[in-house]
């Protein structure tokens, strides 16, 4: 695609060097963020980033033959070099991305879901329900990136615009309609989906995360990135039990839906019991006098349920279809249960206080003996996670194991001290070593006892000092245990 075409409309300040010669419109046939696969026939994108600066690396790029910079100030390189400044390279890049990919996007209907908790679980609900109707549907989030029966790592919840115009640009050619996706705050901050419009958006809920130096500097800041989501959908649907919710109503510029138990609202859970679904906790309840069965505990999946309701409903699928996806449901890492006929194991992404919190309320009055916590948090951000996971395990839990979760080029011992030192009243253990931690506490369960392994999920990796390194919780138990994994 010529170089003309690609940057149509974007907001550019200056342009020097070859492009501004007569007749010297270029070809562009790589677009790239990372010097490295720079080459000639490349755009390379210049962005700035929480640890490293591609301006600083448009000169490796342009030894590697690229000619053609996008940047946001000008670059000191050879005559021929053609240097496009614009007031922002991140969301030049959303637009430049989804054209040089044919705007996959404008041929997918897109779902977003944005909230602290429970978008992956409300992700999936959604994308099953779906196919169940008989819509080809990819998702795209916390657990990977997944259409016609395969799923892939993504290195972030949202992938960085590049990365996800070429991914809708598969979807498409895959002929998927419609795709479930993520967003995440940072998605909106760092301009990740910008110029994307969705078919439905919906907020889960809202609680203290991602605060920090390389992530949100405020409040305020996390907040107002989730609520813009609400201005690029055409129906908004909203938890209406939560306090952020009028927030993110005044957000919206199409049609909203809102969805509750406390509150009067469209979707309305009613008579919610706990109930059993082919052995395992589930939860039942009736809305507008139909009544659903979620095969998830906890009040939680009834608010993830009635979310995935409300867009599906909005999809035009049917309540039988419905009402057999959420008796289906099963999302990796989210409270999956293992039991060796006398112990619970339970895996749950829990990463931070307000999930841990949710996990026990489910747990611990279903545990008869012990409730044994194992978690840790990770390094480098999201500092004020490790008081509050801290304050939601002590005093529920019986026991903590305190060890490591992506601890990346932070010293895990320092994690693993801060968060013992918010601990008052449980008592803990400190294993540094996860795979070690969870040895520990397979020999110390005993009959009646949950062990909680909190904090990975469906990771199937640790982070340290900048790689992931392969680490699996399902293998180390099913070794521990002495054999395959059972159900509980």
Known sequence: MKLS?????????????????????????????????ARRGSLFVCISGARSDGHDFAASAYESGCRCFLAERPLD???????????????????????????????LRLIGITGTKGKSTTAELIRSGLEAAGRRTGIIGTCGIGYGGSLRPSANTTPDALELARTLADMRDAGVETVVMEVSSQAYKLDRVYGLHFAEGVFTNLSPDHIG??????MEEYISSKAR????SALSVLNADDAQCGRMAHSATGDVIGYGIDSACALRAEDIRETSVCGNAGMSFEVGGVRFTVAMPGIFSVYNALAAIAVLRAEGVGDGVISETLRRAHVRGRLESFSDGERRFIIDYAHNGASLTSVLSVLRPHTEGRLIVLFGSIGGRAELRRRELAEAADGVADLCIVTSDNPDFEDPDAIIAEICSYLKVTPSVRI?????????????????DTVLLAGKGHEDYQIVCGKKVPFSE???????????????
């Not at 390189?77 to 404008?106: H, M, W």
């Not at 989501?229 to 690029?232: D, I, Q, T």
């Open 432 to 448: 540094a070593d996860r795979e070690q931690a969870i040895q520990y506490a397979v020999r110390t369960a005993e009959r009646g």
């Open 474 to 488: 399902r293998a180390i138990l099913e070794r521990e245990l002495g054999g395959v994994l059972v159900g509980a």
């Open 5 to 37: 075409r690609l940057l149509d409309g974007c907001d550019i300040i200056t342009a020097s060097g070859a492009q501004t010669m007569p007749d010297a419109d270029i070809e562009i046939t790589v677009l790239t963020t990372d010097s490295r696969s």
């Open 229 to 232: 989501l609400f201005a690029a």
């Open 213 to 218: 130096p390389t992530e949100h500097a405020n």
């Open 77 to 107: 390189l050879a005559k021929d070099a053609s240097v496009t400044v614009v007031s922002s390279t991140r969301r030049a890049l959303a637009v430049i991305a989804q054209r040089f990919y044919g705007e996959p996007a404008a041929s």
